[in-house]
């Protein structure tokens, strides 16, 4: 065991059982995964991902490019570093090859997320954080601060006096004031992963309590201040992938966080200051210490010599020896140092990720020797270690002014910078998470490049799941060091969100399941329920698609509801129907500018089919309109362009003609549409609706009636979808349910039918109308549907009507809408089917074969007594009659082309 | 005969034990109440620019023009939801039919209009101590009580249904919901209540 009594701040009180890799061991709450590893002496975690190399824990945090582990329990998650799983008893996890595996089994664990707003919101609860966040709250100021860890402090050790106290009391006293102040979110174990424009971050919280296993806060912050640190680098060096080697910082941070001392022979190579603290704090835990300091004169060798600790100066280590575990540093004059831990301290990245987010520019640092934020960001401030200020002091200074609490420190002197030693190129590992080596850098060179972003792209550096945060800038510096050109000209690479891998399961939240995505339900939805309806989803809605009794399937009973309609009475729910109040002076001028027909002429109590096409002439919907006064039409829309047509009209008022006198409003979930259908139609409504006389003179197609039914207004229309004598029945949906009851009732004696979407849908193919989004798809035009008659030849312009003379679209081969009847009058044809031209010999010939159309709706027809389709089929209507062949599976159906008016094609039936 | 008479529904009654229960549960830990106001007359009036003034005589109502506003009315509520556009209800109204009629010419006569939407919003309440945290679960606005107070109403998305937020004393909040979208919006903010449960 190398946990040490007296170090660290975790609850020895309580023990956590894990097993990793099927070995049983203990820990502690306040461990990682990775310090309770390490207290048993375990560094080892599974093999890299393409030369199978053994690799080991390598930092204390996000920054390790090679401590992988998959978790099993309590929930498989690939692909975790173990040196940000938080240990909990029954965790059960192992090293992986390089790569992780997904779940089988859904996650049942709850995500969700919060939006916040601040005046500011500071990132990082470090010394300079912690400082920032009490300045804004002591101004009076809303504050979020997030921090990663599971307790604020950031890395200070306690060892530092601030404000005359210890560091972490100082650092306790604060944390206590924000909580104080009422006006402070602190949350700790959050991740800020992405920094958008005008202040928008979005954090990611491990939460230890509520109902969700992660949360995903949506901050968006008036100013937003980056406190996030730095992150150590490395030096590069033969076989520097060996498990035992680790960075200097994160030996420190596992002594004082929870101590646990990661080797007893330990070699700290190291180009600055830093590193002596970790080789005095390491010595004085028990362990043996020798420095290998890159510097002919080691600065800060004083803490050394009080506890003789060796100092090589001007020295490098160039290799490791080893496989499993490291056995010892091999150094530039040959010796060989024994160790069990080679600490490796190479300078200080800022952790400048937010900043770069938002497109904040990077500058190399020649004295820091490394790249800092090199611009002022309006919104956006980065203090201390993350602008590249490293001393104690100064990063307060940094974040605080003038308010910073007193620190007496020894001051810095600067890093030596060193991205690698001599050695074979081919084992010096760059990138230790891609297996990415000094060779490969040097490939990308000599093939010719002369990026950063391509030598990243060409080498896969700064790719895995630590998006190169101890490699990206070595890779810069040794790319640079072999173009021969300073490293300020080449920069590094972007820095883009997310900073730290997000699980989908975060970023979806609750949007799963039943709140995946918003279900419309119609007032008579529990009427349909309690039916037996089988719903179907259109667009958001669910509708009933058809209404099975006992033992009937989907087709028996759509003839079923098919036959009721065109033989007695059907009733429908049409409510979704989407309905647009169009109203002022000049709604009809409005009108005759969107439909392709004219609109201005309708006499009010009348209602008229249009068409509405698109800039280009395609039609994009079609529906009834009723006028409804001289300024007033009440337009319907197909259910799923409800929204569409609204905006459309919106559009065309606000920007090309505001000076039209119309407003329209969606009047959709106002009024409820209940369909009545069928030769007994008239029946139902006459007795429901004992005032209006319902006979064809007094009530005749497409006019509409209001009436009152128990002091309720209801309108009624004579509208018809299916061909048959129909009423369409418009009442304030809050009285649709009683409605639909009393419509029930006096339909009883006809054995009145509710029918579905697909019975609907059937009906109207039989007559060949149309239905936007099935029979068209953005490329058929009102005359390729047979519909020339809908296009006004009055109107001097209309959306569309200049498209409509386009040689194209007068190209006689256009698709045209025709109905296919399949010869054995059995075969249903598959919806989507290509069409193909008859062959005698009954066998589809080697491709290519030109596909003439294709099968856009298709249905066993219970008025025909067979299956029929249709199809959009170039040249369609002037092939009347001729046969073409249906690949359908393996085999050729034939079809005969017909019109699309199958049922009453001398519309007999409308009228009763 | 009573029993003959069409009966009106609320859309979201199947929700209202739900909604009481959760309240009990709740009681003593968090507060928070989620109630199912009556169905009201509502109008929608849409008016022509800068002819707010002209409108609100005709209506007899006041239209109040600062963005986001929302004024009480004698009978109901006053809400600016766009630059030419107000949902004015009426709690008194006993049929919305006959006020959009009566209302229709005088407001058609100076360029403005008013449809009748009685039907076309729940309206669900919001109060207690948890209410505004709970809406920070799913909707993006600025709802401290400094941004969105009394008197504030704005349309926004509550998880992925627009509604109609609307704020009111004591830190109270109304949604007006879209009649199709309240079962969602109902499901939605018990699920996001199991944060309490």
Redesign the interface.
């Known amino acids: 065991m190398t946990r040490l009594d007296g170090h660290g701040r975790i609850d020895r009180s309580r023990t956590l059982r894990f097993v990793v890799d099927d070995v049983a061991y203990t820990g502690h709450p306040g461990d990682t995964l990775a310090s309770a590893l390490l207290a048993h002496g375990v560094h080892r975690l599974g093999t890299s991902v393409k030369l199978g190399r053994p690799r080991g824990i390598g930092a204390a945090w996000v920054e390790d490019p090679t401590g992988l582990v998959q978790i099993e329990e309590p929930f498989p998650e690939p692909m975790l570093l173990a040196a940000t799983v938080e240990l909990t008893d029954g965790l059960v996890a192992r090293g992986v090859g390089g790569r992780g595996r997904l779940a089988q089994v859904p996650d049942t664990a709850r995500h969700d997320r919060q939006h916040h707003h601040c005046d500011v919101l500071v990132v990082g609860a470090g010394p300079a954080g912690l400082a920032a966040a009490r300045q804004a709250a002591r101004a009076g100021e809303d504050v979020v601060l997030v921090d990663d860890r599971s307790e604020a402090g950031g890395t200070l050790t306690g060892t530092e006096t601030i404000d005359g106290r210890g560091s972490r009391d100082w650092a306790a006293d604060v944390v206590a004031e924000l909580a104080a102040s009422g006006t402070v979110l602190h949350l700790q174990r959050t991740t800020a992963f992405g920094h958008h424009d005008d202040g928008y971050v979005l954090a990611l919280e491990r939460r230890t309590s509520g109902a969700s296993r992660q949360r995903v806060h949506r901050i968006r912050a008036a100013r937003v201040v980056v406190a996030t640190g730095a992150i150590e680098r490395p030096i590069v060096f033969e076989d520097n992938d060996r498990p035992g080697v680790m960075l200097a910082s994160a030996a420190r941070d596992l002594l004082h966080r929870q101590g646990v001392r990661a080797g007893s022979e330990v070699v700290v190579f190291t180009s600055d200051d830093a590193a002596y603290a970790t080789a005095a704090d390491l010595h004085d835990a028990g362990a043996r210490v020798t420095v290998v300091d890159v510097r002919p004169t080691p600065p800060a060798a004083g803490p050394c010599l009080e506890r003789d600790i060796v100092v090589h100066g001007n020295a490098v280590v160039t290799g490791a020896e080893g496989e499993d575990h490291v056995t010892g540093a091999v150094l530039g004059d040959g010796r060989t140092l024994p160790c069990d831990l080679l600490l490796v301290s190479g300078g200080w990245n800022p952790t400048a990720h937010l900043f770069s987010h938002v497109r904040g520019a990077l500058r190399y640092d020649p004295e820091l020797g490394a790249f800092r934020p090199g611009e002022e960001l309006p919104g956006t401030r980065v203090v201390g270690a993350a602008n590249g200020v490293l001393d104690l002091a100064g990063g307060l200074r940094d974040a605080v002014g003038d308010a910073a609490p007193a620190v007496v420190e020894q001051p810095r002197t600067p890093t030596t910078v060193l991205w690698r030693v001599p050695g074979d190129p081919a084992r010096q590992f760059v990138d230790l998470a891609r297996d990415a080596t000094v060779r490969d850098i040097e490939r990308a060179v000599g093939a010719g490049m002369t990026s950063v972003e391509h030598v990243k792209r060409y080498t896969t550096i700064g790719t895995a799941h630590d998006q190169g945060r101890t490699s990206g800038v070595i890779a810069s510096g040794i790319t640079a060091e072999l173009l021969g050109r300073p490293i300020e000209d080449l920069g590094t690479t972007t820095f883009r969100p997310p900073y730290v891998p997000v699980a989908f399961a975060a970023l979806a939240g609750r949007e799963r399941g039943d709140l995946y995505d918003p279900v419309r339900t119609t007032v008579l939805h529990d009427r349909h329920v309690a039916a037996g309806a089988v719903f179907e989803d259109v667009g958001q809605w669910k509708r009933a698609r058809h209404y099975p009794r006992a033992g009937e399937d989907m087709a028996a009973a759509v003839l079923r509801e098919c036959a009721a309609a065109r033989t007695g009475v059907a009733i429908m729910d049409g409510s979704t129907l989407g309905k647009i109040d169009v109203q002022g002076a000049d709604a009809g001028v409005l009108l005759d500018r969107l439909y392709t027909n004219l609109m201005s002429s309708l006499k009010v109590g009348r209602v008229r089919y249009g068409v509405m096409c698109g800039n280009d002439g395609m039609m994009i919907d079609d529906g009834t309109v009723l006028r409804l006064a001289d300024d007033r039409f009440l337009v319907t829309t197909t259910t799923g362009n409800a929204a569409v047509v609204l905006e459309w009209m919106e559009e065309w008022l606000q920007t090309e003609w505001p000076d039209l006198a119309v407003h329209v409003t969606s009047v959709t979930d106002q009024w409820a549409v209940l369909p009545v259908v069928g030769p007994r139609s008239r029946d139902v409504i006459g007795a429901v609706f004992g005032d209006v006389d319902v006979s064809n003179d007094a009530f005749g197609f497409m006019t509409w009636q209001d009436t009152v039914l128990d002091g309720v207004p209801v309108r009624l229309a004579r509208i018809s979808f299916s061909g048959e004598l129909a009423y369409e029945v418009h009442v304030d949906a809050r009285y649709a349910p009683a409605l639909w009851d009393r419509l029930l009732e006096a339909g009883r004696p006809f054995d009145i039918t509710p029918y579905g979407t697909e019975t609907m849908h059937v009906l109207r193919a039989e007559k060949g109308y149309p239905i936007v989004g099935q029979d068209t798809d953005g490329t058929v035009t009102p005359q390729d549907l047979g519909m020339s008659w809908v296009i006004s030849k009055k109107k001097t312009d209309f959306v569309g009507k200049r498209s409509f003379a386009r040689a194209e679209n007068l190209n006689p081969q256009r698709k045209e809408l025709v109905s296919l009847l399949p010869t054995d009058a059995a075969t249903t044809l598959p919806e989507g089917s290509q069409i193909v031209e008859f062959r005698a010999d009954g066998a589809l010939p080697p491709p290519p074969v030109p596909m003439l159309g294709h099968v856009t709706s298709s249905y066993r027809s219970a008025a025909l007594g067979r299956p029929f389709a249709l199809a959009l089929l170039k040249a369609g209507r002037s092939r009347v009659g001729e046969v073409v062949h249906v690949p359908v599976g393996d085999r050729l159906v034939a079809a005969e082309i017909a019109p699309t008016v199958l049922v009453d094609p001398e519309g007999a039936r409308r009228d009763g | 005969m009573t029993a003959?008479?069409?009966?009106?529904?609320?859309?979201l009654d199947?929700w209202r034990a739900r909604f009481e229960d959760l309240t009990v549960e709740l009681a003593g830990r968090h507060d928070l109440a989620i109630t199912l106001a009556p169905?009201t007359a509502a109008l929608?009036v849409?008016v022509?620019p800068g002819a707010a003034a002209v409108a609100e005589v005709a209506l007899g109502v006041p239209l109040p023009t600062r963005p986001l506003a929302w004024e009480p009315t004698l009978r109901g509520q006053s809400l600016h939801l766009g630059p030419?556009e107000w949902l004015v209800t009426d709690v008194a109204a006993t049929?919305?039919?006959a006020w959009e009629a009566v209302t229709?010419p005088a407001l058609?006569a100076v360029?403005?209009?008013?449809?009748?939407?009685?039907?076309?919003?729940a309206d669900l309440r919001l109060q207690g101590r948890a209410a505004r945290?709970l809406l920070?679960?799913?909707?993006?606005?600025?709802?401290?009580p400094a941004?969105f107070g009394p008197r504030t109403c704005a349309r926004t998305l509550l998880?992925?249904?627009g509604v109609l937020l609307v704020g009111h004393d004591d830190g109270e909040f109304q949604l007006l919901v879209?009649?199709?979208?309240a079962?969602?919006v109902a499901?939605?903010l018990l699920?996001?209540a199991?944060?309490?449960?």
């Open positions: 003959d008479l069409l009966a009106p529904v609320h859309l199947a169905s929608a849409r022509a030419d049929s919305a039919a229709r058609a360029g403005a209009a008013a449809s009748d939407v009685s039907a076309q919003y945290e920070s679960f799913g909707c993006a606005l600025d709802l401290r941004s998880g992925q249904s879209r009649t199709s979208f079962g969602y499901a939605w699920d996001a199991e944060e309490y449960r």
